[in-house]
């Protein structure tokens, strides 16, 4: 590839592989020893701290002062202020992924919007992991049905993954969905292949928050490929309610939720990802007590979690088969409801049952 189509490569994507730093005198060994530690990007270099790149064997404070000057100056634009029309410009690459229920799109202005966190909170039984596998496979259609088309990371921290739901929730598509124009195997088919929708979805089970992290860390390499629009954390504080205990690990559990959020969100906006966290929820009996209206019931993960999520929505059971989601916050939308029900095809509109 030729330095003008890797130009336009990179202002298509906004991906800057690490390898280009080379051209300004970093050796190959360091930018090997920096793909070990999961950097593949110039954009991941400038987000990382001096403090990270010294505990990388070999290197010194002379040599990270050199690595983080080369990547300032292979993407000055990162490193310093930029007009708000460079940054609209720069967020036209954002695309919405639908939910499978137009009520609830049209609450999202279209649905879940890549380059941020969204992060989807209720009881058990309120559908939070059937909406999950719902948008792993719409993520893969095309942009005019609601998709973004692309593939999908899954991590799994309650071991709820189901292949064979993603195959039903394909099925509903299968007869009127056309298929994307990506370069993945098999797609020339003419509608949306069950098999081959699972085969777009890397999944990976987390045993424990440390590996949890490790996992978001060893998709840096995938991501750079610029084939995944959708990344579910399914759930976000399981392990993490489990592995911290007591209010004597209160503070370190949030530190370290804390560095893993920044990851995630760094992973949104540098790739163009939906991040789609799914979490738990707690008993608040004080909620119902002062607050009129209040269910005595909030999310899990403090205020660390509520900072780093661009949008909350609240899942509730309604009457029947109904389920109901209320945008709790949002830069962009309102706060209102929608009501969804969940079927054999994933989530959907209570009309279509």
């Not at 490193?79 to 799109?105: H, N, P, V, W, Y």
Request: glycine share 10%.
């Amino acid at each position: 590839m030729g330095a003008a189509s890797i130009c336009v490569a990179e202002e298509e994507t906004g991906i800057m592989e690490i390898d280009e730093i080379q051209a300004h005198g970093i050796g190959a060994t360091d930018i090997a020893k920096l793909k070990a530690n999961n950097i593949h990007t110039v954009a991941s270099l400038i987000a990382c701290t001096t403090k990270r790149l010294l505990k990388i064997k070999g290197f010194s404070d002379i040599k990270v002062e050199k690595i983080k000057e080369a990547a300032k100056k292979m993407a000055p634009t990162a490193t310093g202020f930029i007009t708000a029309a460079e940054l609209g410009q720069a967020r036209k690459r954002c695309i919405r992924i639908s939910t499978g229920s137009k009520q609830l799109d049209a609450c999202l202005n279209g649905g879940f919007q890549t380059m941020s966190i969204s992060e989807v909170y209720g009881e058990f039984r309120c559908g939070k992991t059937q909406l999950a596998h719902t948008m792993s496979v719409i993520a893969q259609l095309p942009i005019e049905m609601g998709g973004a088309e692309g593939k999908v990371a899954y991590i799994d921290t309650e071991g709820t993954f189901r292949p064979e739901r993603i195959m039903e929730i394909a099925e509903r598509f299968g007869g009127e969905v056309p298929r994307f124009p990506f370069p993945f195997p098999g797609a020339n088919a003419t509608v949306v292949d069950p098999d081959q929708a699972c085969e777009n979805i890397a999944y990976a089970r987390a045993q424990n928050s440390e590996m949890q992290t490790e996992l978001l860390e060893g998709l840096a390499s995938n991501f750079t490929t610029n084939e995944f629009r959708l990344l579910v954390i399914d759930s976000v504080m399981s392990l993490y309610r489990t592995d911290y205990s007591g209010r004597g690990e209160l503070s370190e559990r949030q530190q370290a939720l804390g560095a893993f959020l920044r990851r995630a969100t760094q992973m949104a906006e540098e790739f163009n990802l939906v991040v789609l966290m799914t979490n738990q929820v707690q008993s608040d009996p004080g909620a119902s007590a002062l607050f009129a209206g209040a269910d005595g019931r909030k999310p899990v993960g403090g205020h660390v979690l509520a900072h780093a999520s661009t949008t909350r929505l609240l899942l509730r059971k309604g009457r029947g088969e109904e389920r109901v989601a209320k945008i709790v916050d949002s830069p962009d939308c309102p706060e209102r409801e929608a009501t969804y029900i969940i079927t054999t095809g994933g989530i959907n509109d209570p009309e279509k049952a």
